[in-house]
């Protein structure tokens, strides 16, 4: 240890976790990491797989008289999102973190902790290697590449696992046990439209001023969606006006609410620009009330520009608008059973529209497997029914809410005694890999807790020292107690 951790309890996990920020590991990067857990099981005696994904696990058998004792799977994933300052002339490819400690919280210098999820790593070997523990069989199961669609937890072989019960060490807030998450799908289509010659004159029109935000935490928190913005503009302005699209486009990412949409559209009337500017600030003013509250910064620019060689035609310009307004989006159904949880939503995360080829992208969430399946159905029956063609990426299984769970009541109790607080249990309207092995392992009883990481995948990321210490504590006391 070089002495950034030297003096915190419980020692031995702040070794490992000193150790493994020594390891580049960011996504994709993950052999080395890997390998370092492959030789700590090698040192301890421990049996362990290793897959050609880097997906590790290792095996402590049964203290002795604890033989017939439900195993416990303890879970994280071992990459982390690797990014630095700007300027920063660190390689995050090659070279290890800086840590530092500052009032308590455990940051490093320039770049992401990955304390998401390297504590819980550390935390996972600390309790293996701990020979005063007494505990079940202990199944350590560490992923990859969580951070970019949960690649390594939907590869996985999960034969040699023996537990039922699993603590995923992947939460961010100290005394919420999440206890259920979405499944997840992206839905892309492509649906031609009829082109014809431009004439008239051509805008760049741009929606901005949005809020964005995650497509799952905060897809409740009425945000707008600069691309059904310009869906609805385009709808109500071809009311007064004769309007088409030439090129438009919006989003970067499936699982974000996108908030900049922009696009080349041709105005074929010469005597219609005033209607056009004056209608424009009308349909503003009147979405900005609608989102008055949560989202009402929503501006629209014009600028004139070149005419473009080709625009749809009038009734693919129709087509256009009569799908974006009727294309479902945002929150679709709020739970039953967990107060203020959404269980299913949509969000038109990409749009891009160009050569006469408009390309959508979505990305569907829910709770429920029914649910994801009957609307990734809808999705793709409407889309096509405009003569386009649809594909699914990226599939992922959801985590259905267990109404009764002995593992989540023992944490329950434990968290009570160690933290001195009443423990929130919740569910998260997003992918976990908890889902994942639900999906893989039939019956598996699971919570996912953690401490107090703040500011997760950004430069500022901080884990709360003393809070790292007391999950340490709980995951300990909860494998004695089952």
Known sequence: MTGVLKGYEPRAMWEYFEEICGIPHGSGNTKAISDYLVAFADAHGFYR???????????????????NKEPIILQGHIDMVAEKRPGSSIDMEKEGLSLYVENGYLKARDTTLGAD?????????????DETLKAPRLELVCTVDEETGMGGALGIDCSVLKGRRMVNIDSEEEGVITAGCAGGVVVRGEIPFDTEKAFGKAYRITIHGLKGGHSGEDINKN?????????????????KLDLRFSTMAGGSKDNVIPRHTE????????????????????????????????????EITFEETHLPPTMFTAASQREINRMLINLPNGVVKMSGEIEGLVETSLNLGIMKAE???????????????????YLKERVINYLTSFG?????????????FARESKLRDTVLELGREILGRELKVAAFHAGLECGVFADKIQGLDCVSIGPEINYIHTTEEELNIASAERCYRLVRAVIEKM
């Open 223 to 239: 945000r707008n969606n600069s691309n059904m913005v310009l869906g609805r503009f385009l709808f109500e302005l071809n009311k």
């Open 263 to 298: 696009g080349v559209v041709v105005l074929t009337d010469s005597e219609g620009e005033e209607v056009l500017f004056r209608e424009s600030l009308a349909i503003r003013d009147r979405i900005r009330k609608e989102y008055s509250g949560s989202d009402e910064g929503l």
């Open 49 to 67: 797989e290793q897959d050609e994904l880097n997906n590790v696990i290792i095996v402590r058998e049964a203290s002795e008289g604890l033989e």
């Open 117 to 129: 999820d390297g504590i819980a790593i550390a935390m996972g070997m600390a309790l293996l290697a």
């Open 388 to 400: 386009g063609e649809c594909i699914c990426e990226g599939e992922y299984p959801g985590w259905d």
């Open 355 to 373: 050569d006469g080829v408009l390309r959508l992208s979505c990305s569907l969430r829910s709770s429920k497997g029914e649910a994801k399946e």
